[in-house]
């Protein structure tokens, strides 16, 4: 079997964090705040293109994360998630806007990322692809994307359903690069553990939502703390494919998380239709429950590196 991928980078952007973690990008919750506070924090921020509602808004924002980690050279790098679904059409606007920025790092989500590689790569960027299958994960690695984001069961938000364990395996097999793990991991024992089991990175959000450079309200941020993983619903009735929401959020607005629901596919009329939705639905991974209060980025991530060195929970009994 071909093998795909280096070694050489995954340690090379380890060495420029704190924590091996990667704050996933995340709808109405991820923006300049967020993604400068976990820069400067020491782990890699991220964010939709999409959250910026109009190609002059995402200008202004990359200019503004661009601006503020100048003045930061110890700062991480930062991501910005494009959606590579052929219904997107402002994807090719938003791509002449990473390229004009230079984004270090790019996270391709919802299709193949074969489409921006050349014009990412054109610059010296780095592509990640989120993938949700071997099938994916085999696909984007043939496409020539740097580094992969695992989508396992747990994941907040659009989701995947492999277990981890069996999804690294497979990965490993082919792929040496990079490799981000995604799903319920809600403190740094964890990602000492997903390292161990054999990723280079961990994937964050839920507990990124609770912090006070997100965009979330207090609203949300108090359902957080009041939930768990059994608080946590597995619907496509938001986005078209399979989502992780919080089952309150759902039920607040009238959604019924119970009532079998076809997956009816995505697109990005439907995904930005969820916009309105995603005011009132919120989302969260199976790893809520370590959601135990509202803090800064700052905080939150030393927490994570005290609980990181300490080692995967094993370790700590």
């Given at each position: 079997?071909?093998?795909?991928?280096?070694?050489?980078?995954?340690?090379?952007?380890?060495?420029?964090?704190?924590?091996?973690?990667?704050?996933?990008?995340?709808?109405?919750?991820?923006?300049?705040?967020?993604?400068?506070?976990?820069?400067?924090?020491?782990?890699?921020?991220?964010?939709?293109?999409?959250?910026?509602?109009?190609?002059?808004?995402?200008?202004?924002?990359?200019?503004?994360?661009?601006t503020a980690l100048a003045q930061a050279p110890s700062a991480a790098p930062y991501a910005a998630n494009l959606i590579v679904h052929s219904s997107n059409a402002r994807l090719?606007?938003?791509?002449?806007?990473?390229?004009?920025?230079?984004?270090?790092?790019?996270?391709?989500?919802?299709?193949?990322?074969?489409?921006?590689?050349?014009?990412?790569?054109?610059?010296?960027?780095?592509?990640?692809?989120?993938?949700?299958?071997?099938?994916?994960?085999?696909?984007?690695?043939?496409?020539?994307?740097?580094?992969?984001?695992?989508?396992?069961?747990?994941?907040?938000?659009?989701?995947?359903?492999?277990?981890?364990?069996?999804?690294?395996?497979?990965?490993?097999?082919?792929?040496?690069?990079?490799?981000?793990?995604?799903?319920?991991?809600?403190?740094?024992?964890?990602?000492?553990a997903a390292e161990k089991a054999g990723a280079d990175f961990a994937y964050m959000g839920t507990s990124f939502i609770a912090t006070h450079e997100s965009m979330a309200s207090?609203?949300?941020?108090?359902?957080?703390?009041?939930?768990?993983?059994?608080?946590?619903?597995?619907?496509?009735?938001?986005?078209?494919?399979?989502?992780?929401?919080?089952?309150?959020?759902?039920?607040?607005?009238?959604?019924?998380?119970?009532?079998?629901?076809?997956?009816?596919?995505?697109?990005?009329?439907?995904?930005?239709?969820?916009?309105?939705?995603?005011?009132?639905?919120?989302?969260?991974?199976?790893?809520?429950?370590?959601?135990?209060?509202?803090?800064?980025?700052a905080d939150l991530v030393e927490r994570l590196r005290k609980e990181y060195l300490m080692g995967p929970p094993s370790e700590i009994r």
């Amino acid at each position: 079997m071909a093998r795909y991928g280096s070694k050489a980078l995954a340690q090379e952007l380890r060495a420029r964090l704190r924590v091996p973690v990667v704050v996933g990008p995340m709808f109405l919750v991820s923006g300049p705040e967020l993604v400068i506070g976990c820069s400067r924090a020491g782990v890699i921020g991220s964010f939709p293109t999409l959250n910026a509602r109009t190609t002059g808004i995402l200008d202004t924002w990359l200019s503004e994360i661009r601006t503020a980690l100048a003045q930061a050279p110890s700062a991480a790098p930062y991501a910005a998630n494009l959606i590579v679904h052929s219904s997107n059409a402002r994807l090719m606007d938003d791509v002449d806007l990473v390229v004009h920025h230079k984004v270090e790092i790019v996270i391709a989500s919802v299709g193949n990322p074969a489409s921006v590689i050349p014009a990412i790569k054109g610059y010296g960027g780095i592509v990640f692809s989120d993938v949700a299958s071997i099938k994916h994960a085999q696909r984007a690695a043939e496409a020539g994307v740097d580094g992969l984001i695992l989508l396992c069961a747990g994941s907040g938000g659009n989701t995947g359903w492999l277990n981890p364990f069996g999804f690294l395996a497979e990965v490993r097999a082919f792929f040496d690069g990079p490799v981000v793990l995604a799903g319920a991991i809600s403190n740094g024992h964890l990602v000492n553990a997903a390292e161990k089991a054999g990723a280079d990175f961990a994937y964050m959000g839920t507990s990124f939502i609770a912090t006070h450079e997100s965009m979330a309200s207090a609203e949300y941020q108090q359902m957080l703390l009041e939930s768990n993983a059994d608080d946590v619903k597995l619907t496509t009735e938001v986005t078209g494919i399979p989502s992780n929401m919080l089952r309150k959020s759902l039920e607040r607005v009238g959604f019924k998380p119970d009532k079998a629901h076809a997956d009816a596919g995505f697109s990005i009329e439907r995904e930005l239709q969820a916009f309105k939705a995603w005011k009132d639905i919120w989302s969260a991974g199976h790893g809520v429950g370590g959601v135990q209060n509202i803090e800064s980025t700052a905080d939150l991530v030393e927490r994570l590196r005290k609980e990181y060195l300490m080692g995967p929970p094993s370790e700590i009994r």
